[in-house]
């Protein structure tokens, strides 16, 4: 079967006996999930008492608070950044300590490297960029997928998107599930994984055409050797942050915005609020006076899905995995994982696993989760992997508490949610991937909110001139549609 339009991220490996067999095209695992500490803080806990007035407060130091803060240093103001957990980054987060390389347990892989300013902005940081691996391979139980499976695949994926495509024109905003095509045959349940929990960290049932649609290409093309939690805490470097210091609450009735916060209160011209969606919606930041309650149900329905990188340290490479082997496989259900094997050379792996699955595997506990990747690794390999396990660990992003969740995403007839986020409250501008209308679920869409947010902050306070409105959203990249098939970041086969 020819599936001559699919643009594929990678080249697809595929093999019968000893016959690797690479399609070469460029295959579509984008990036999936991961998470990490970072424990090689760039930034500096402020060491003075908390400065009581900015310019500008921003809270949270994510990708989009510190771009933020960059741009307000830019432009010669006084920033405040405020960061409730223990270090820099929020869902970038390299852990340098545990394995023999970094392990980013948060966002891994930076898609489309021609415009992305992660790329740029790492390699000003003296860090090494390096293309992300060359090969990905479908295993149907204990074999690798021949040739004539894996254009199957792809043949699948290919009509899948079409449909959720056609869809997304429809009258009504619908699932992505209603509208996948329902002879997907084998293949059904691996094309929903790869679309939905491992693009999104849904199911498809939880996912808006709409959303998914508007969702930029995600090419998977680097990863940052040092770990992108790493670039995150290089780049704010010198900024005024304050850890351990959560926001409880706003006050933004007046002229000035006041924040409380463990610390104290700061006092600022305007602030930028960079939390989660999901932080915001359970709200735990609380406002006097009250948000206008759309803003509050924009977050909830911008929900974020369940995505989690289990680390195992195989020595030995019992699985007899190349180096940077990316694996998925052929399932019947959701209950599946992507394997990225045997990192830069090493013998780390990680299994991630996402979506309700995922979910509620991480809900049982790290144990749990170790317990399934070692199982599912032998169901694939054969290999006795719990042997082998000479370390592990495992993200539980739906338990961190300044962040519980993954990655966000629209539920059916929700992605005009997306816009209000991004209209401002008085002195209060929301910035973080949520906000974002193409590039949500990644790290270059939080660094432009929050360059956006920013400059939205800047011109209320009379410290920027433009014709362009305070509010405007950040600048819509093209959507490339040379690709039906858009493999994830932590979401796609990368996210
Ligand atoms: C497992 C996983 C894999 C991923 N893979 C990729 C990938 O490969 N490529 C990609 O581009 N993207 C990926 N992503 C998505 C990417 O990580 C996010 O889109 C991006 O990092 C979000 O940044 P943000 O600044 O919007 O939010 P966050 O990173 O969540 O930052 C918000 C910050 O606010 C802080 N905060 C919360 N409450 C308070 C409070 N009350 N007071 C003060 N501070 C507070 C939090 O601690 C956090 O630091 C992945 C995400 C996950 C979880």
Redesign the pocket.
């Known amino acids: 079967m020819r599936c001559g339009k699919v643009r594929l991220l990678f080249p697809l490996s595929s093999s019968s006996g000893n016959h690797d067999m690479t399609i070469t095209r460029r295959s579509f695992l984008s990036?999936?999930?991961?998470?990490a500490l970072t424990p090689a803080l760039g930034a500096r806990a402020l060491a003075a008492p908390l400065p009581r007035e900015a310019d500008i407060v921003v809270?949270?130091?994510?990708?989009?608070?510190i771009a933020a803060a960059r741009r307000i240093v830019a432009q010669n103001r006084k920033v405040i950044v405020?960061?409730?957990?223990g270090q820099v980054?929020?869902?970038?987060l390299t852990d340098s300590a545990t394995f023999e390389v970094p392990f980013d347990?948060?966002?891994?892989?930076?898609?489309n490297p021609d415009t992305n300013p992660m790329v740029r902005l790492a390699r000003a940081a003296g860090l090494d960029i390096h293309t992300a691996p060359a090969g990905q391979k479908v295993r149907i139980g204990r074999r690798n997928a021949r040739a004539g499976e894996t254009e199957e695949f792809l043949a699948a994926l290919v009509r899948a998107n079409r449909a959720i495509d056609d869809a997304s024109r429809g009258k009504i905003d619908v699932s992505c599930a209603s509208a996948l095509p329902k002879d997907l045959g084998d293949w059904a349940g691996t094309a929903e994984f790869v679309l939905g929990a491992n693009f999104a960290g849904k199911d498809l049932k939880d996912i808006s055409v709409i959303d998914k649609v508007r969702a930029q290409d995600r090419i998977a093309a680097l990863a940052c050797r040092q770990g992108l939690g790493t670039l995150i805490a290089k780049l704010a470097e010198g900024l005024p942050v304050s850890l351990s210091?959560?926001?409880?609450r706003i006050n933004w009735g007046s002229r000035d915005v006041t924040v409380d916060t463990s610390g104290g209160k700061i006092t600022a011209r305007a602030a930028v609020i960079?939390?989660?969606s999901n932080?915001l919606a359970e709200g735990?930041?609380k406002f006097d006076s009250p948000i206008p309650k759309r803003y509050i149900d924009a977050a909830a329905k911008l929900s974020l899905g369940s995505?989690?990188?289990i680390a195992l340290q195989l020595p030995g490479n019992p699985l007899g995995l190349s180096r940077d082997d990316i694996i998925i496989e052929q399932s019947t259900s959701t209950r599946t994982a992507l394997l990225f094997a045997n990192m830069g050379g090493s013998s780390l792996c990680s299994i991630d696993v996402a979506g309700s699955f995922g979910s509620d595997l991480a809900a049982q506990g790290e144990r749990a989760m170790v317990a399934f990747a070692v199982e599912w690794l032998g169901k694939l390999f054969g290999s006795d992997a719990a042997a082998a396990v000479k370390k592990s660990s495992a993200?539980r992003?739906n338990a961190a508490p300044?962040?519980l969740g993954?990655?966000s995403s629209a539920a059916p007839g929700s992605q005009p949610s997306r816009k209000i986020l991004t209209d401002p409250i008085g002195c209060m501008f929301f910035a973080?991937?949520a906000t974002h209308e193409t590039l949500w679920?990644?790290?270059?869409?939080?660094w432009e909110?929050?360059e956006r947010a920013a400059e939205a902050a800047l011109r209320r306070i009379g410290a920027l001139r433009d014709t362009e409105p305070a509010s405007s959203p950040a600048p819509v990249r093209r959507r490339r549609r040379v690709a039906p098939i858009r493999p994830a970041?932590?979401?796609g086969f990368?996210?």
């Open positions: 990036a999936s999930a991961a998470v809270i949270g130091a994510g990708a989009a608070g405020v960061e409730a957990s980054g929020g869902r970038c347990r948060g966002a891994r892989w930076i898609h210091t959560p926001a409880s960079t939390v989660s932080v735990n930041i995505y989690d990188r993200t992003w300044y962040v993954a990655m973080g991937e679920g990644t790290v270059d869409g939080a909110s929050g970041g932590p979401t990368f996210n």
